[in-house]
């Protein structure tokens, strides 16, 4: 490896240090140079001077912006230098040179929009804001999966391409496979239920998604990242709540004590969900609605985008981001379990952050016969699911789970106003590169 270390674990009191990155921005003062030098960590500053180290000073003046280049030099502490600290150079070389101009500005805040920003993602990427989503993207799911690992929950990976969907066929992307029609997976429902039937008994998977939805809205795209849960023994969807809850809470605490500088950049004040998640029912979310908000879901089966942001502002007023809505009227799904005389019309739930649908999840409908009658009843091709209700058919114990999408998690916990802004390279009805 090339000697170096972290601009962020410059010493002011070591005598020489080696750092490494591009070159953030020049400023040229007649005989004084500035280089501010970014890293993955952060920046520095090297101040070249035409008395003190001539040649280097002769050297500096080719430099461009996003040259990237390694420095050797002292650490003097400085008060106007970003973190405090400067470097003196004694050494002064160029790794790669960048062309120019950039078709997007690195280092100045000028205002681009979300759409420019992607086409130029490239660039994008190396802003420190951006980076910062990343890094605090990486720190959020790693302690996610920290949580999962430590609770005995198995790590899968189910297949990404598949012979039909698990919730509902308009939304599929259709592929050429060999010479048959397949399809890209929309969820890994029909497998992590497999497992359960399996005897895996608590399963967990990083996975993809993919969505065929027409949409123009700030939290849809078309490959999504989903954390998908599944647990077995369940008493009921209630069990499957605390999992969520408290791994999220586990994840989002992680994000505020080991990713300050991340939320620092992003300008982001983190409040972790420490008390218990309120749990509402359909129903009782309607009469908020209503009473407090006199705002009526155009469905009045399913909550829309501002009903959901006008709960989250009723709950985040009483110290809550992040609620749950339990029991959908209208969601006989073949997979969801509704139990004759339940208080709620069905066991599945939302989990609702920050005035955003994170995930859904529930209870599953473990009894074959029933889950084949429903199956009928709302006309789901059976073909399809041959090798799901087999499976199932010989002992299942009572189970249930949860899909999480990641990238809206991501959005909500770094404050971006789209969800884009939380992928590296987005996929949307318009875009398939970069
Ligand atoms: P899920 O997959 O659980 O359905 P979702 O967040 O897409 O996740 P929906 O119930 O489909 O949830 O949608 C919730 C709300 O989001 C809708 O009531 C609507 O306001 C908005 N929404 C969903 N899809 C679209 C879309 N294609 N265009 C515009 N708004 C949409
Ligand atoms: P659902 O379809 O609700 O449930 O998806 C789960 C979560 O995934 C996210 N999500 C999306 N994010 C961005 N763009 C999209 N187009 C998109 N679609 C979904 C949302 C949503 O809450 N099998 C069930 C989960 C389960 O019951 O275990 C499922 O896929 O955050």
């Not at 297949?159 to 969907?165: E, V």
């Amino acid at each position: 490896m090339i000697e170096r270390i972290h601009t962020s674990e410059v010493d002011p009191d070591a005598d020489e240090v080696a750092i490494a990155g591009h070159v953030h921005e020049i400023r040229d003062l007649g005989g004084l140079v500035f280089l501010i030098v970014r890293d993955r960590e952060g920046l520095i500053q090297v101040v070249f001077k035409e008395e003190r180290e001539p040649e280097l000073f002769e050297a500096v003046q080719d430099a461009g912006s996003e040259d990237v280049v390694r420095v050797v030099g002292e650490p003097l502490e400085s008060d106007q230098a970003p973190g405090g600290v400067e470097l003196a150079p004694t050494a002064y070389e160029v790794l790669d040179e960048a062309d120019s101009p950039l078709p997007l500005e690195i280092s100045k805040d000028v205002d681009v929009d979300l759409s420019t920003r992607l086409d130029n993602r490239a660039l994008d990427l190396r802003k420190p804001e951006t980076l910062a989503v990343f890094s605090l993207r990486s720190k959020l799911m790693t302690a996610m999966e920290e949580w999962f690992d430590e609770e005995g929950f198995v790590d899968i990976k189910t297949p990404l391409i598949s012979k039909g969907g698990a919730e509902g066929g308009a939304e599929l992307f259709p592929i050429l496979y060999y010479d048959r029609d397949a399809f890209l997976s929309q969820s890994p429902q029909l497998y992590k239920q497999i497992l359960m039937a399996a005897g895996y008994e608590a399963v967990y998977e990083t996975g993809t998604a993919f969505r065929a939805e027409d949409f123009a809205t700030s939290r849809h795209v078309s490959e999504i990242a989903m954390f998908d849960v599944e647990l077995a023994y369940i008493e009921d969807h209630n069990d499957v709540m605390d999992v969520q809850e408290e791994s999220l809470r586990h994840a989002i605490r992680a994000v505020a004590e080991n990713a300050e500088r991340e939320l620092d950049l992003l300008d982001v004040d983190l409040t972790v969900p420490e008390e218990d998640f309120p749990r509402i029912t359909f129903e009782e979310a309607l009469d908020l609605l209503e009473t407090e908000f006199g705002h009526f879901p155009d469905d009045p089966t399913d909550l829309d985008t501002k009903g959901e942001k006008l709960l989250g502002e009723h709950f985040a007023e009483q110290g809550h981001p992040a609620f749950f809505i339990v029991g959908y009227p209208d969601e006989k799904f073949y997979y969801m379990q509704d139990v004759e005389g339940d208080e709620i019309a069905s066991r599945k739930f939302d989990l609702i952050y920050e005035g955003q649908e994170l995930s859904s999840g529930g209870q599953r409908e473990h009894d074959v016969e029933r889950m084949v009658e429903v199956m009928e009843a709302e006309g789901v091709e059976q073909a399809n699911f041959e090798f799901y209700i087999e499976a199932l058919s010989f002992g299942t114990p009572p189970h249930g789970g949860y899909g999480l999408g990641i990238d809206r998690l991501v959005q909500q916990v770094a404050g971006l106003d789209n969800i884009k802004e939380a992928i590296m390279f987005p996929r949307d009805p318009n875009r398939l590169e970069p």
